[in-house]
């Protein structure tokens, strides 16, 4: 979690150092939107203990936290994010298409295109008779597209090794969940499909631990789908540059930072001590470093190759 | 005097934990309790209850219910109105809300929820009667009643007239001392071995070491069940259970500990419990479990101790409350007393009977005739009945 934790606040400063005008998102060095993961680190290194190379993700627009526990190669990530060549697409894919042939990493900006997506991977992994298990994250706000409902359906039917993780953090951009849904809890939603689904409260990553084991031993065994609403949170805005002027619940967002709050667990129960914790931080912010170094030192694409490696 | 005041804590979160993936848990939706809470209103309205102090959340029960207390069909529903208090997702909510519930006095306090619910509650209830209606997914704690039934119960509660004198008692607890640390369960405590809280739930009976129970139903679903297996003990008994496993193994026992989930358990030894005697737990480490949730680890260096105490919180039973209504005449109109019929204080439906069912009002209410019929219904002569 402190490496992810990590990247995302080096990317935030990276990213607005040379906004200008600061609206401007395509100014800079790292150009485009960027929507960061902090605060749902739990639900990432919860889920992603859990598999192997094999396995598949698929993750929404807010993906950084999932790539880097799934094992998607920092200084290939951060060079994507950059748009140089050395990254995972070349450079033509930016921070929210992340697509990693070798850990069966993917992620895209269209809301809920991850779930229909998964269930194809699963349904080949089935087929071919191997262990191995889909992924596919999205946030609240994403349940409400069809695609959620018509994946849900399919993987119930034909018994799929998929897990549905919901990051719930609250915020559907701008919009609270019951603002927009009729029935607020995923979990029912999956009981109406004939899957078994929880609710993890409290940004907890013990409890995510065990609740994705549960779910991935589940698919493994081939007893079908699961799927696990994570209440997690959004510690910055949806996207860089947010004002968040519509949030009410700002005041406790630094006391629900799960980071500090997992720390003086660890502390208090003799499993870490401080100075571990800052070992563990310095050698996440010497990668970071690395990798930004990694991107910022690789050519950027040149505009003869624009039409390369891409099929529409 | 205050109009008649009664309040809700509805658990969103409950029945949600990871028991649907690693038992066969069901699950309580929101619209299902939602459900439930209009049959609790309706009944709440039956029994006289005015107006309803709720807890408020943010995962659909609060929208839920304001969107169907303004319907034409709710206009017979006390006035609902929702404790004004930040809303964290968290048990802190419950607690908070059970609290500006004492302090505006209300009469009774539905709980919708399982045995943590429950728990949280009795927490900060004092003298406050409990209506518990189980939401959760093993639930010992909250026995089976139907909503409006309960809403009827707690109403009748709030305005007394005997009711609660004749249809409440106080449950038994099990306080748990680790340093600083108090906790209560209701239920259980259970001593398990591993290193982390987790998700909370227990559902591997072999990691479990130790189990004290305040009460042991042969019937139960959950941990208790293993003392209920091995000796029964009713709610309304003075003493508990302790019941240590492993070796030397001298009984084994095939408990239903979750939903659909039944394990062999080595027994060690089972003593009873006494009460407001501590015992400090055997297990050099380990983790408690209060009510079959995880709350916290603990060394050799400071082991917890336990201790039943019978100062738990005070509990509703519907069926009393009912029988002693009908009997004295609170339910019709108009209201008219029996001339010698007097509700039973003793009937305690929630001890388990010889024959195994703890729910057998039938019984109750042909004991409370025995002084003949309410006046002001006409009982037609068994043997002037047509055939």
């Known amino acids: 979690m402190v490496r992810i934790r990590q ?22 060095l790292i150009p485009g939107e960027m929507h960061l993961s902090a605060g749902q680190e739990p639900a990432a290194v919860g889920v992603c203990a859990h598999l192997g190379l094999g396995d598949a993700i698929t993750a929404p627009h807010r993906p950084h936290h999932f790539a880097l526990a799934h094992g998607v190669d920092m200084n290939a990530m951060t060079a994507e994010i950059y748009g140089r060549t050395t990254g995972l697409c070349k450079g033509k894919g930016g921070h929210m298409h992340l697509f990693d042939p070798e850990h069966h990493f993917s992620c895209s900006g269209i809301i809920a295109q991850g779930y229909p997506v998964a269930c194809g991977q699963a349904l080949a992994m089935k087929k071919r008779g191997t262990d191995r298990v889909a992924v596919a994250v999205a946030g609240e ?25 919901i990051e719930d953090n609250d915020w559907a951009i701008s919009v609270p969940r019951a603002d927009s849904t009729a029935n607020t809890s995923n979990a029912d939603r999956a009981a109406g499909y004939g899957m078994p689904g929880v609710r993890v409260e409290d940004n907890d990553v013990e409890a995510v631990f065990e609740a994705a084991g549960a779910a ?92 390369d490696h891409v099929f529409a | 005097m205050g109009r008649t005041t009664v309040g809700v804590v509805a658990n969103p979160a409950s029945a949600r934990d990871v028991r649907r993936l690693v038992a066969l848990g069901g699950t309580m939706t929101t619209h299902d309790k939602l459900n439930r809470l209009q049959r609790l209103l309706v009944g709440l309205a039956g029994g006289g209850v005015e107006r309803v102090l709720a807890m408020p959340d943010r995962s659909g029960i609060t929208v839920g219910l304001r969107r169907l207390a303004a319907r034409p069909s709710a206009a017979s529903w006390p006035e609902l109105e929702f404790i004004e208090q930040p809303v964290g997702g968290t048990a802190a909510d419950t607690r908070r809300a059970t609290e500006a519930m004492v302090a505006a006095g209300v009469g009774a306090i539905v709980v919708l929820g399982g045995d943590g619910t429950n728990r949280i509650v009795a927490g900060a209830s004092g003298d406050v009667p409990l209506v518990s209606i189980s939401t959760g997914t093993n639930n010992a704690f909250p026995l089976p009643v139907e909503s409006t039934v309960a809403g009827l119960a707690a109403g009748l509660v709030a305005r007394d007239d005997g009711c609660r004198r004749a249809g409440t008692h106080r449950a038994k607890q099990l306080v748990v001392r680790h340093g600083s640390r108090v906790e209560r369960a209701l ?16 559902w591997d009976g072999g990691t479990i070491r130790e189990l004290y129970l305040c009460f042991a139903e042969p019937d139960a679903i959950g941990l208790s069940a293993i003392g209920g297996h091995l000796h029964p003990i009713g709610r309304r008994e003075p003493g508990g259970l302790a019941v240590a496993m492993g070796e030397p193994v001298v009984a084994t026992i095939h408990p239903p500990i979750g939903p659909g989930l039944v394990q062999p358990i080595g027994v060690r030894s089972i003593d009873v419990l006494v009460p407001d005697t501590p015992v400090e737990v055997r297990a050099a480490s380990g983790v408690v479990a209060i009510d079959g949730e995880r709350l916290f680890r603990f060394g050799s260096d400071d082991r917890p101790t336990i201790t039943l105490r019978p100062d738990g919180p005070v509990v509703v039973s519907a069926a009393s409350v009912l029988t002693h209504a009908s009997t004295t005449g609170l339910l019709a109109t108009p209201a008219a007393r029996a001339t010698t019929a007097t509700a039973p204080a003793s009937h305690d439906p929630t001890d388990p009977p010889p024959e195994g069912n703890h729910h057998d009002d039938a019984r109750s209410a042909r004991s409370v005739h025995r002084d003949g019929p309410h006046p002001a219904v006409r009982v037609p002569d068994p043997a002037g009945v047509p055939r």
């Open chain 1, 141 to 165: 706000g994403a349940a409400n597209q069809g695609a959620f409902h018509e994946a849900l359906n399919l993987a119930a039917l034909w018994e799929l090794p998929v897990i549905f993780i």
């Open chain 2, 187 to 202: 239920v259980d405590v259970a001593i398990s071995d591993g290193d982390r809280v987790g998700s909370g739930a227990v």
């Open chain 1, 216 to 307: 991935v031993d589940r698919a493994r065994a081939g007893e079908g789908p699961s799927l696990i609403e994570i209440h997690t949170l959004r510690l910055w805005g949806h996207f860089e540059g947010d004002a968040q002027a519509y949030r009410t619940d700002l005041d406790t967002v630094d006391e629900r930072d799960p980071i500090p709050r997992y720390a003086a667990v660890l502390v208090e129960n003799g499993d870490l001590t401080e100075a571990q914790i800052d070992d563990i931080r310095a050698t996440a912010d010497a990668e970071v470093d690395a990798a930004i170094q990694h991107a910022i030192a690789s050519p950027t694409p040149e505009p003869d190759d624009a039409l």
């Open chain 1, 7 to 28: 990247y995302e606040s080096r990317i935030l400063q990276e990213y607005h150092a040379d906004k200008s005008p600061a609206w401007d998102i395509g100014a800079g």
